[in-house]
């Protein structure tokens, strides 16, 4: 699996990627993977009133790809602090398919939490 950002002509990067860049307009034209890159906490918060299938605390951050200047929200594992190095670390279940959802089928139930490197 890979952490996908999308880069357009320009040298900006989005991440989910885009058809067309949100800074400048462009097509997108090339892929990036972060999963392998460390990223820079910038703000978390931990929330006690997840969604059905969420876990519950539930602490997110966002961090940020220096390096590629983007940033992510992401779910995280284990206690992080503004500043603090994290990496991406796959998991199968970022919520729990049997919570509900009415055609489990149709989902991606596989992705990424950030965990302190
Ligand atoms: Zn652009």
């Keep these: 699996m890979s952490l996908d950002a999308g880069r357009c002509p320009n040298g900006h990067l989005s991440c989910p990627p885009h058809p067309r860049c949100p800074e400048c307009g462009e097509p997108q034209s090339e ?3 972060l999963a392998d890159e460390t990223a820079t906490v910038v703000t978390w918060t931990t929330s006690y009133a997840t969604p059905p299938g969420v876990r519950e605390p539930n602490t997110l951050a966002i961090v940020e790809f220096e390096a ?11 206690d992080v602090e503004i500043g603090d190095t994290v990496e991406a670390t796959y998991t199968e279940e970022l919520r729990d398919p049997e919570a509900g959802i009415r055609e489990p089928a149709s989902q991606a139930w596989d992705g990424y939490r950030f965990s302190p490197s």
């Design 31 to 33: 892929t990036v993977d």
């Design 68 to 78: 590629y200047d983007v940033r992510l929200l992401g779910q995280v594992d284990g």
